[in-house]
Each structure stands twice: as C-alpha cells, then as structure tokens.
C-alpha cells in the first residue's frame, strides 16, 4: 500500500499483474491523449466498424464542443458590456431586415 491518496502501477501490480497492470495503464493514457476513445475504440475506427461503447466515443469531444461553445464557463468583463452585445444585435436585425427586403424583391422579380 503507498502513502499516496490514490493507488499507484505498483499497487496496481500487486493486485493485477504485471502484464494486465501494464496494459490498462496504456489503455487509460491513450484514452486521456485521445479525448476519451481507449485502444479497442482506436481499432474500430481504423477497421470501420461500428462502436461498440454508447454512447458514442468518435463523438463525444464534439458534443462536448458544442455545449461549452453554446454556454461557456468563463466571460471576459469586456465582452459582457453594453457596447458588444448591442453591436450584435444591431448586426443581427439589420441582416434580418436587409434579407427579408431583398427576399421579397427578388419573389416579385422571378414570378
């Protein structure tokens, strides 16, 4: 038993064996380098199977991705003010307005 709060490979050793402590040592640091897909989901992606694991681990950084795109953690005090948030809105419905116009124009010159 180490002194550590969290087991060690030597623990690990003792309680496996030195081949499998070995192997789900190398499985848990490839899956931490590959953003969650361990050496079976690697090879299924290589062989073009389906993944066997649900969910989906191919996907599973995207989806992550997107979520913290959508409502990230952190904000910039600059980013939060008046000025940027009202610019983009400007932005936004001035698109909506120039798209609806130029839509209708061009309905009319087509029919």
């Known amino acids: 038993m180490s002194i550590l709060p969290f087991p060690s490979f030597l623990d690990d050793v003792k309680e496996k ?3 499998k402590a070995v192997v789900e040592g190398v499985n848990e640091t ?21 993944p066997s694991r ?3 681990p191919r ?6 991705g997107f979520w913290m795109h959508m409502r990230p ?10 000025y940027p948030t009202f610019r983009l809105g ?7 307005v120039f798209e609806t ?3 209708l124009l061009l309905m009319f010159w087509y029919t």
Do not use: K
Not at 59 to 64: E, G, I, R, T
């Open 17 to 19: 064996g030195l081949r």
């Open 30 to 50: 490839v899956e931490r380098i590959t953003a969650g897909m361990n050496i079976q989901d690697i090879r299924e992606a290589m062989r073009g199977d389906a």
């Open 54 to 56: 649900r969910p989906n």
């Open 59 to 64: 996907l599973q950084p995207h989806a992550d």
């Open 73 to 82: 953690g952190y904000y910039h005090q600059d980013m939060t003010g008046v």
């Open 90 to 96: 400007w932005l936004s419905t001035y698109f909506v």
């Open 101 to 103: 116009i130029t839509g």
